[in-house]
């Protein structure tokens, strides 16, 4: 029988604190019946966020095309729609339950392209777009392709989306992690930038990439222009290849900002040097469709040969689930004004953005009002990375622990802290080391997309439980 | 930019024939106007195999649920089929756009493990189980698992299918291959497994993992139960793991044939020291819904920590596709006696067996009666792998080449002969050096999912083609 020292230390290294312990903690505290507020991933839909209609309408057609064909369909459903299902189908007559191209349906990449010139004003080529289940895949087959060598790094941010981290340690590549800078609305900084470099090269570490997450996650922080540019004129400098992170694209809510992509600021620069792999998902912005698994990546400025190789790494997975593919499409083509379904559309779109906003206020005024308790009032994205105060601990003072130690304390502070927030209030979120946070300092990552009423009971829960928690640990400490 | 060879080098040189240059010069063809007729993959709705109602109608309300509350729906739905859809949305009401658990949607689990103990008469527990994008997510996630070291190899079969080599290539293991047996059906050989074992361990190559695929790709054989006890006894002898690829289970159609598992050989042999994963997908059998990307992975003989593990692994992709899951779901739990739907459930899946079976019938006489062609008329799956002729090459006699040169001109040979099919009939197939071929023997490839008269027209292309190309062979051998 294998045993657990037969498997790959890889593997067993890899951590993924999104879903990690305190989450299966607070499966079994449902499984006995007690109510679990879910706020440790950003799932809308798990969250009563509703999909939008006009995307699951044509996949519904898609999926049983006979409805094409029945009269009451044209009383049902809106005309745009009907028709759109009818012009996929005649564009793809094999529907939804044959492989397709491994790099993905030429006219959805086609869409993505126009989409990508649409939103940046810049030239797109569907040759260069991959379509991926998700944009965790594409990050994935990135990683997997610019990986020569364990001392190969890629440069992450800190906090980071874990999914960077765990895949960098199940396929051998090194982590250069990068601070961002709290106090500067969590901007990329080029002093910390370089001195991460430098410290990865006196380790012998190779930097062959960036990765930056716009809007953040879980910083909730969006990038100004003025910021990418420093980082674009960083990896040309370090011949560093860039990977954007841009699936919050849509999540921006803080007055005056606005989303810019990778894309855009390389076309005004005249950038033609530095690699830039862009990915996007229908998991997040206003749709919401995790469970579709469907997303895309885009390359630029990269040679055939080297696109050649990441078509081929798809064709290993043979292609992308087709409806993920197709709620790609939909998401870059949505109803245009004119259309019977447009309306509609509009209507639930705002809806959802406007209520993404109200919540991250009210999540980002109640928060800061607790006594102890600190964040940037979100920008974009669906998360809040809250600063929260523990007393000192008590070995701290005088201390004979090292670093490592030290370290290993703090984190089992910060995990300890989010473990009793969920047993005593059913309250998930994911403690700040699962993502990294500055040294001595104490975060958790909640997202804002519960119900309105939802996420203000759960700042009333949680300055209840903050109170109540770092009353006990003082106690505790000048008892010990 | 990034250049070619600042490219993993696994990524470079891994190669998955399936999906290669004869395909990629075939849609070249089709986009000019040429009709092409792919045989090269398992994909049967792209060759006009209709999907089971069964599967589309419940899908189509789940991913549009507004339609369960209309009127007109009763009239155009069967009821088991309404209720059905209901009963999911009550175990799952998060539907089909959000993240499921990791591991796969808890209700789906439980009917995974309930089929296989139906199957088998064996007891399974559904936390063994686990829901993947497809049977190639599972089989990636075990090859991930396993491999430690670069000297860590798996045994795959030759022919195999080229998901396990490109795969193994790609993560960096060993592939140690053993021929399967043409002369006595494709069966496995404990001789010939005894003789790579020991010429792989004279490598220093330390097996870990044994791949068997049954019933095979690209052979169409089925295995015997006895074959499948000499495999396990061999396994066992050795501290090996099975991974047994099953995915083409329902495929079975020669005549006192039957498929028999690898989790039924466990349970009457009371195995309880191998481990296995076993592998089915919802893209072959009688579904055919390759774009669904759907499929589990069973671990039987696993300790709790090793099972932790593959589940955390599954926690870095988030989730499979819930589509998929919910094809997996009716997959292996198909209308009953009874329910309305079953009448149609029943003739739609016995007429893609049928066509199935006559069209393996039609190809296998047709080739067989071709001068130097010989298959052995498939038992199951979907392909058949063609042995035949060619003249002596011009090099050969008297040659001063190498061995490694031969091998050269060998694949270059199947490869043109390949390519000459297809750029004069329109006929894509898979050379045999694709999926490996014993020395000195020319293979390719075809599956037999086209419709019937296209299988009969491609039959007459392939016996005039077979002609030509190797009277011209023996025309250019004494030219030269």
């Known amino acids: 029988m294998i ?68 009269p009451a369909t044209a009383d049902r459903f809106p005309a745009d729609i009907v028709e759109r299902a009818k012009s996929i189908l005649k564009h793809h007559p094999h529907g939804t339950g044959a492989y397709t191209q491994s790099q993905g349906i030429p006219f959805v990449r086609q869409a993505v392209a126009e989409f990508i010139s649409r939103r940046d004003g810049v030239p797109a080529d569907k040759d260069h777009i991959i379509l991926t289940d998700g944009a965790s895949k594409g990050a994935q087959s990135i990683i997997m392709a610019l990986l020569r060598e364990p001392r190969d790094g890629f440069m992450i941010p800190i ?27 969590w901007q990329l ?25 716009n809007p953040g996650n879980p910083t909730g922080a969006v990038l100004t222009p003025e910021n990418i540019a420093m980082v674009v004129a960083f990896a040309r400098k370090h011949h560093l290849a860039i990977l954007a992170d841009e699936v919050y694209q849509e999540n921006v809510y803080a007055r005056g900002m606005k989303f810019v992509s990778f894309a855009k600021v390389f076309h005004d620069l005249h950038e033609s040097q530095v690699t830039l792999f862009s990915l996007h998902s229908v998991s997040k912005g206003y749709l919401g469709e995790c469970g579709h698994r469907g997303g895309y990546l885009e390359l630029r400025n990269v040679p055939d040969d080297v696109l050649a190789q990441f078509v081929k790494q798809q064709t290993i997975s ?71 105060d523990l007393p000192p601990s008590p070995a701290s003072p005088g201390s004979v622990m090292n670093d490592d130690e030290q370290r290993a304390v703090r984190m089992e502070r910060d995990e300890a802290y989010c473990l009793a927030l969920l047993e005593e209030t059913g309250i998930c979120v994911v403690p700040g080391s699962g993502f990294g946070q500055e040294p001595g300092t104490f975060h958790f990552r909640t ?3 519960p119900p309105r009423e939802e996420i203000e009971e759960l700042v009333g829960s949680l300055r209840a439980f903050h109170l109540r928690y770092t009353n006990r640990a003082v106690a505790e400490s000048m008892g010990s």
């Open 3 to 70: 045993t657990i020292d037969q498997l790959n230390p890889r593997l067993r290294s890899a951590e993924y604190a999104v879903r990690g312990p305190i989450v299966q903690r607070a499966q079994e505290l449902e499984e006995i019946g007690r109510k679990v507020i879910y706020c440790n991933i950003g799932n809308p839909q798990a969250l009563k966020q509703r999909p939008l209609s006009y995307v699951r309408q044509v996949i519904s057609l898609l999926e049983y095309p006979d409805l094409l064909g029945d």
């Open 159 to 185: 906090p980071q989306y874990p999914l960077y981290s765990a895949t960098l340690t199940l396929y051998g590549g090194a982590q250069i992690g990068y601070f961002l800078d709290e106090k500067h609305r």
């Open 189 to 213: 900084s080029e002093r910390i930038l370089t001195e991460s470099l430098n410290r990865a090269a006196a380790q012998g570490i190779r930097p062959v990439c960036l990765v930056v997450i």
């Open 318 to 388: 043979l292609c992308a689930n087709v409806d993920g593919q197709l709620a790609t499409y939909l998401m870059v083509s949505p109803p245009r004004p004119g259309d019977e379904s447009y309306e509609t559309f509009v209507r639930e779109r705002d809806d959802v953005l406007r209520s993404l906003k109200i919540k991250a206020e009210i999540l980002g005024r109640g928060i800061n009002a607790i006594p102890g308790m600190h964040l940037e009032v979100p920008e974009g994205a669906m998360y809040a990375f809250v600063r929260f």
């Open 447 to 449: 997202t804002f997309l």
